[in-house]
């Protein structure tokens, strides 16, 4: 597992921003997980936020978009993808992770990243930010998309 090198992280000042978290449904207990830490760490930014549920982690970059389109300045995207025994895995993982990349440069704006694709479910529940996880990969991800969207705020201002 790799937390080794993460920056040392405290809370920023994230008033002022409109933030989307969109959330697959998919492994619930996971995904909960994930955005309790996001909810978590933007109510320490004292970002304005709400959730958005879409049915998988595909059609985060399709509602992403819409967000960006709506006028929020970021969105956390939080998904869960567990390898099973075909490749459908690696095209979800793969389109996921380029729709998104595409969505943020498209808008300009942000998107925290916060697709766990995992070998299996263990490894969901050791990022999820749960009681005995390792990592909290949803407050991860809304971090990154506040602290981000402030440096685009001071590039731009």
């Known amino acids: 597992m790799s937390g ?7 809370t920023v000042d994230g008033t002022g921003l409109d933030v989307v978290v969109i959330a697959g449904m998919w492994h619930d207990v996971i995904t909960d997980g994930l955005i309790d830490g996001a909810v978590r760490t933007l109510d320490a930014a004292g970002a304005t936020h709400r959730l958005v549920r879409v049915p998988g982690s595909f ?21 869960v993808i567990i390898r099973g025994g075909t490749p459908h895995f690696e095209y979800v993982s793969a389109a996921t992770t380029e ?3 595409r969505v943020a440069l498209d808008a300009g704006r942000p998107v925290g990243f916060g697709v766990l694709t995992l070998d299996d479910e263990q490894q ?8 005995g996880s390792i990592e909290d990969k949803g407050a991860e991800a809304a971090d990154a998309a506040v602290r981000t969207a402030l440096v685009l705020r001071e590039l731009r201002g």
């Open 4 to 10: 080794k090198g993460a920056p040392a992280a405290g």
């Open 59 to 79: 059609e985060l970059a399709l509602a992403a978009q819409a967000a960006f389109a709506g006028g929020a300045d970021a969105v956390v995207a939080l998904g």
């Open 99 to 101: 729709g998104l990349t």
């Open 124 to 131: 969901g529940l050791d990022r999820a930010g749960l009681p």
